[in-house]
């Protein structure tokens, strides 16, 4: 996926590093043109994934002195980032564990090509999603860039060297990882991690906002409507958006790591299990607060794709309750694994 | 109806630090104190037998393991679905479209009922044994019977159960409301409903059902977190903690529901002649069918008749045999000796593991009837019509207790 390159001191917002390194990176890659017309890509449709695809198994590779992040890996990944890595999808392990994006691997064999739980009621953009086009890494078909375009590469034209501070949702490149949504909604809002959470660990980590679950809900409004997953507990569907709340298990959110003595009722942020805020602070927090942050999508899924089916972030099929259990869904539901 | 509890493990883990000896009459020395003794044949004899002895010992700590750990083991996915869908279509469970509350896949009866034609009483998916509250095993019904025997579809007799939601259609009046309903009653928690709508159909939990907290009018509010409580201690605190998720009730538990069940091994029920608790089983009957028990808090004397010692206006429940008309001694109950698993009764502090009936023993609704649904009408354990005074079967039926009516008096 196309996300922010390493910012250079004078000049934050923008990619630095050699041209060519990106521009050039195999031959063929920009067709002739008549002097005096700009040069075109070819094959924009993988460009994205050209760029941020690895041959080994690191998932930041330097690229023309830019540090950037690798969504697919051709080998095992070392550390999958946040948004997950498409090895997962790329190779045959099934559709199960990840987003079938175009010029990574071939559409969905059971949805063909229809987002599960798409209404498009909820999905703002002027388009809509295509199911006769294969799911993009940006454009109205995607995620990233402006879903009002229908052009996965024109979307995100210029966004690697634009100004993307503040992350505050008003343009593309100031939405978080170049989340834009459309016009009708505002860009996802969010505090990015330096290294995509490779190293992440409860101080140092992404942070999410509900926007997130907005930008999900473009394409699989069904599971994130009211009407469909109830209003109040019992859920009907696990609900998204709503705080985590501050009575029964989970107020012991995280119980593998006991809080300070002094901090009474805040609990430690597991990356694993992440929770939104609803504002997101200035620099990464370890403190949960129940009862106000926020169960998000990205709390039990990845973005990109995973090891697990339903591309989650940990082995559904082995999340057992009752013998003590940890990790994955007992992060929040404590009671369930002891 | 009896909900899933996983099986029933004591898990007694036995560390041993140091070798020790144990004489024949149990005193245990660690072989430190017998260091004299080590010299010849005979101490390592003694040595081999003792350190055999131990071994034995610890085997028998790992081999019968006993029960108290009850909570729901197993995978989340056997019975959750995080978002009712499956590779991309929405699921149905035995014909009943969700999504259902707490993301259950199929709700109360789509872990409960998975098969009603099906021949398995107990199913396990993963490590949840689950008791099936609807099936057609022959002669194999769990402690409250089975709902096959009123369930639409399977030939029902709607006398011979109790008309759940999803299971049966609402029964006509008078009986589309509880026989002997009493508005308001106290409940563990609160009050009972202070009307019975006509329209209102029985479910399994809630307001309208038995199990669960009866103050939540929402079913699945009313039981959420039971299967997921620690109820190695029935204590009826919670829902979670009370005998077969029935809100305030105590009692024993069966590991198998009373699947094969033996005089010595059965479900305990609890029954108190003082009437000053509502944690007996019969209560938890009384809170709907109120006339039928003389707790002041539900029927009283006054709709059941005098308690101790008098003749019952109904057939009292909740009261030892030596509460009856004309005192326990000399009386028919005396010959209830053995427990019997057709015509149980409860106790004041019940184990599961009485095998002897005496004056203390407690005249319960399940000493008739069952819970869900039986053979037979009114629920009960047997067939009255065909119970006959001075020709019946003893031991049997009515008999069990009364048993000067089946023979020549």
Known sequence: MLFVLEPSRECPAMVTGDCEACHALYPGMMEEAEPGKPQQYVLKNTLCVNCHSNTDRDTIKILGGARVPVVKNVVTPSHILAGGNFYYVAKDFGDRKGHNVDAVTSTDAKFMGVPPGYVREYDPSLAGYNTEKPLTCAGSNGCHGNRNVKDPFESIMGTHHSEDTPIDGSTTAKSYRFLKNTDRV????????????????????????????????????????????????????????????????????????????????????????PVGREKVPGLPSDEVFPGEDLVICLSCHMAHSSPYGSILKWDYENIIAGEEGKGGCFICHTGKGE | MPYRKGRIVKRVTATVTMPVSVTYNGNVKKLNDIADRRNGL????????????????????????????????????????????????????????????????????????QNPSGDENIIEVGKARIPQVLHH??????????????????????????????????????????PAFIPGVIIP????????????????????????????DDPYEAIYGAHHTDD????????????????????????????????????????????????TISYLCGECHAKFHPNPKLGGRKEVGQV????????????????????????????????????????????????????????????????????????LRWDYNNMFARNGVAGTGCLTCHTRKGGPM
């Open chain 1, 186 to 273: 505002k860009g996802v809002l969010g505090l990015e991690d330096d290294e995509w959470n490779q190293n992440s660990s409860s101080k140092k980590h992404n942070e999410y906002s509900e926007s997130i679950d907005l930008l999900c809900a473009s394409c699989h409004g069904y599971f994130h409507s009211r009407d469909n997953t109830g209003k109040k507990s019992p859920w009907f569907r696990h609900p998204v958006d709503i705080a985590l709340p501050e009575t029964g298990e989970y107020t012991i959110y995280n119980p593998d790591v006991q809080p300070p003595n002094d901090r009474a009722g805040i609990r430690t942020y597991n990356p694993d299990a």
């Open chain 2, 42 to 113: 005979c101490y390592r004899n003694r040595f081999m037998f003792s350190l055999f002895f131990t071994l034995c010992i610890l085997l028998l700590f790992v081999c019968f393991q006993s029960d108290v750990d009850a909570r729901v083991k197993g995978k989340c996915r056997d019975c959750h679905s995080m978002h009712y869908s499956y590779e991309g279509s929405e699921m149905t469970y035995g014909g009943r479209a969700g999504p259902f509350p707490e993301l259950i896949e199929g709700g109360c009866l789509g872990c409960h009922a």
């Open chain 2, 137 to 178: 095993m022959e002669n194999s019904d769990l402690a409250a019977g089975n709902f096959y025997y009123v369930a639409d579809g399977y030939n029902p007799d709607y006398s011979k159960g109790h008309n759940v939601t999803e299971i049966s259609l609402q029964e006509n009046p008078p009986m589309d409301v509880p």
């Open chain 2, 189 to 216: 928690g609160g009050n009972g409903p202070q009307d019975w709508p006509n329209q209102r159909q029985l479910n399994c939990a809630g307001t309208w059902g038995c199990h669960g907290d009866r103050t939540k």
């Open chain 2, 232 to 279: 190695s201690e029935i204590d009826g605190s919670t829902v979670g903690k009370s005998y077969r998720f029935l809100y305030g009730i105590t009692g024993k538990e069966h590991v198998d529901w009373e699947y094969l069940a033996t005089i010595d091994n059965h479900n305990g029920y609890r029954g108190n002649i003082t009437h000053d608790t509502m944690d």
């Open chain 2, 308 to 379: 101790y010692n008098s003749l019952w206006v109904r057939h009292p429940a909740d009261i030892a045999f030596d509460s009856v008309h004309g005192g326990f001694a000399g009386s028919e109950y005396q010959a209830y000796i053995t427990y019997s698993l057709e015509a149980p009764v409860a106790f004041k502090e019940p184990t599961g593991g009485e095998t002897e009936v005496d004056l203390n023993s407690v005249i319960m609704c399940l000493s008739c009837h069952r819970a869900h649904a039986s053979p037979y009408p009114d629920i």
